[in-house]
């Protein structure tokens, strides 16, 4: 499957700005606005395209201004205790000021994450009924076929026995 990708070049594309933005800031701290041109840049261009991106990717993001959130120097990390002992992962912008939450629960599982959501199981699961009811419809026909066959046997054996 990872071979039949639709735009595997957009993703390249998306990928590079991705790691690009990480290497400005990586090398160099105070470079924010070109990491943010290139998160920028990538959010533009999924959108235009209209490809998801992986749920990892967009939490480093930020929803308001395109900044990479990197802990400690885009952006601020807490954990915090919520209503009936709920932990949360609070993030906050450095450059905004936008705050995200995210449930901290060990057993949350992301949607992406879950068996439903991947492609080959909902073909082989879909395909797998309709398959099985062709068979069925199939072998049903074929019984009927021979119940024919068998009343038609019948009904010619009646007809050559002398009476």
Same mark, same amino acid.
Not at 64 to 92: A, D, E, N, Y
Not at 97 to 120: C, I, S, Y
């Given at each position: ?7 595997k070049e957009a993703y390249? %594309?998306?990928n590079f700005l991705y ?61 915090? %205790?919520? /209503? ?7 993030? %906050? ?12 629960? /060990? ?17 082989? %699961? ?35 026995k002398p009476s």
């Amino acid at each position: 499957m990872a071979g039949n990708i639709k735009d595997k070049e957009a993703y390249q %594309r998306l990928n590079f700005l991705y790691q690009a933005a990480h290497c400005v800031l990586a090398q160099n701290p105070e470079n924010i606005e070109l990491a943010r041109f290139y998160c920028f840049t990538q959010k533009t261009i999924s959108k235009r395209l209209v490809l998801r991106q992986d749920p990892s990717v967009k939490r480093t993001i930020c929803k308001k201004c395109c900044t990479l959130l990197i802990p400690g120097v885009t952006s601020t990390v807490r954990q915090k %205790r919520g /209503p009936w002992r709920q932990r949360k992962t609070i993030v %906050r912008c450095l450059s905004c000021g936008l705050t995200k939450r995210f449930p901290n629960n /060990p057993k949350h599982k992301l949607w992406v994450d879950q068996p439903e959501a991947q492609l080959e199981n909902q073909t082989s %699961r879909d395909a797998g009924p309709s398959s099985k009811s062709a068979t069925q419809e199939k072998k049903s026909d074929i019984g009927s076929a021979s119940t024919t066959a068998k009343t038609s046997s019948t009904a010619q054996a009646n007809l050559t026995k002398p009476s």
